[in-house]
């Protein structure tokens, strides 16, 4: 099975110390960048997603910001793309789905931030387009959000949206279980 990663907005904002840091992100960052370095090892192609945030009402993310770069655990190397997008969905505006097609991956697996937010909009957009995809959950994070009052915590936010995702739009799996596959 050939197999492209995905990895999406794991970015300086969303840790500690940044403008939108969300719960579990460091704990994410280190599956996601376990699960890179299988790919890198194995030479299977990566592609990376940056958002930035255009506009003076940037609430992070903002150009020019050390809070919208990669974090370097999952920076990208040797020449693998950055597709740059505006919108929580990554195909939007963007020439992703043409890099995807083009790699020609039997299963995108994907990672990243927020859950609740870029990971499902994206993996839902990958899914309609009829992309086979796995996301690896324990390499994604989400914040706490409030709503009617309440605030839901990030941990119950990010379940919620993975057990959405799952079986549905992608198999919801973790690194580990994704790197002891036969190939990642």
Same mark, same amino acid.
């Given at each position: 099975? $050939?197999?492209?990663?995905?990895l999406? =907005?794991l ?5 500690? #110390?940044?403008?939108h840091?969300?719960? #579990?992100?460091? @704990?994410a ?7 890179l #370095?299988?790919?890198? @090892?194995? #030479?299977? %192609? &990566?592609i ?7 506009? *003076? =009402? @940037?609430?992070?993310?903002?150009p020019?910001?050390?809070? &919208?770069?990669? =974090? %370097?655990?999952?920076?990208p190397?040797?020449?693998? %793309? ?5 919108? *929580?969905? +990554?195909?939007?505006?963007? =020439?992703?789905? $043409?890099?995807?097609?083009?790699a020609?991956? /039997?299963e995108?697996?994907? +990672? ?5 937010m870029?990971?499902? @909009?994206?993996?839902?957009? +990958?899914?309609d387009l ?5 996301? +690896? ?13 309440a605030?839901? %915590?990030?941990?119950?936010v ?5 057990a959405?995702?799952?079986?549905t739009?992608a198999?919801?799996? /973790?690194? /580990? ?8």
């Amino acid at each position: 099975m $050939t197999r492209l990663l995905l990895l999406i =907005d794991l970015q300086r904002d969303y840790f500690p #110390g940044g403008r939108h840091p969300l719960v #579990g992100a460091d @704990a994410a960052a280190a599956a996601a960048q376990r699960l890179l #370095g299988r790919f890198r @090892a194995a #030479g299977r %192609p &990566v592609i990376h997603v940056q958002h930035v945030w255009e506009g *003076p =009402d @940037a609430a992070f993310f903002a150009p020019g910001t050390d809070g &919208v770069e990669i =974090d %370097p655990r999952v920076a990208p190397s040797g020449g693998e %793309p950055v597709v740059v997008k505006h919108h *929580p969905n +990554a195909f939007l505006g963007t =020439d992703l789905e $043409t890099r995807l097609r083009d790699a020609a991956a /039997d299963e995108i697996v994907v +990672a990243g931030m927020m859950s609740s937010m870029c990971v499902d @909009a994206t993996v839902r957009a +990958a899914s309609d387009l009829g992309f086979s995809l796995a996301v +690896a959950q324990d390499a994604c994070a989400a914040p706490d959000l409030v709503f009617d009052g309440a605030t839901i %915590p990030g941990g119950q936010v990010h379940a919620a949206f993975m057990a959405a995702l799952d079986g549905t739009y992608a198999r919801v799996v /973790d690194v /580990d279980a994704l790197t002891g596959d036969t190939a990642p």
